[in-house]
């Protein structure tokens, strides 16, 4: 539950053409202080270890666009990887009846299980050692509520019964990540 604070606010008039929160504002250089509700604790509803690494599969390219875009390190391992890795195994997976910012939030459920110990081809390492390793995790981590899979951008990858398609790793590749 937010808390009531005393917040110093400037008074905005209607600019444009809208309504409610969507009408454009002009500021007027009047402040005041008001009382208002401040919501800045939050508990999550879900906790997970950072693992010291993910690995994306080559097939999802726009995956590994979108942490790139976001300034995220994503290495390219053209030769596969071996290490031991976790899958999600998904237990139930929903969708936002109403339409959010355009997107149906989705949500997955589930639990990170062994994975398999190797794979061949090209796959994409994203350590989580980097400067921005948590927005990574907080991206690829499925049961997040603001990643990869509330934005819809692996929807007809996930089903109940199936493996979330990135693993993750406890410690990172050696040697390059051959």
Do not use: C
């Not at 949500?107 to 061949?120: F, K, T």
């Not at 692996?154 to 199936?162: F, I, N, P, Q, T």
């Amino acid at each position: 539950a937010p808390r009531t604070e005393r917040v110093i606010a400037e008074i905005t008039l209607a600019d444009a053409d809208g309504s409610h929160g969507f009408a454009r504002r002009r500021r007027t250089g009047e402040f005041r202080t008001i009382r208002m509700p401040v919501w800045d604790r939050f508990e999550s509803r879900r906790n997970e270890a950072l693992p010291a690494a993910y690995l994306v599969p080559d097939t999802l390219q726009t995956i590994v666009a979108l942490l790139r875009r976001q300034g995220v390190v994503v290495t390219r391992l053209p030769s596969g990887w071996t290490a031991p890795s976790e899958a999600f195994q998904i237990s139930t997976f929903s969708k936002a009846e109403r339409a959010f910012e355009g997107h149906q939030i989705a949500q997955v459920n589930g639990a990170w299980e062994v994975g398999p110990d190797s794979a061949s081809g090209v796959w994409w390492y994203v350590t989580t050692s980097q400067p921005l390793g948590i927005l990574a995790a907080y991206l690829l981590e499925p049961a997040g509520e603001d990643g990869v899979v509330a934005w819809n951008f692996l929807d007809d990858r996930l089903a109940v019964g199936s493996a979330y398609p990135i693993l993750r790793l406890r410690a990172p590749l050696g040697g390059g990540g051959r």
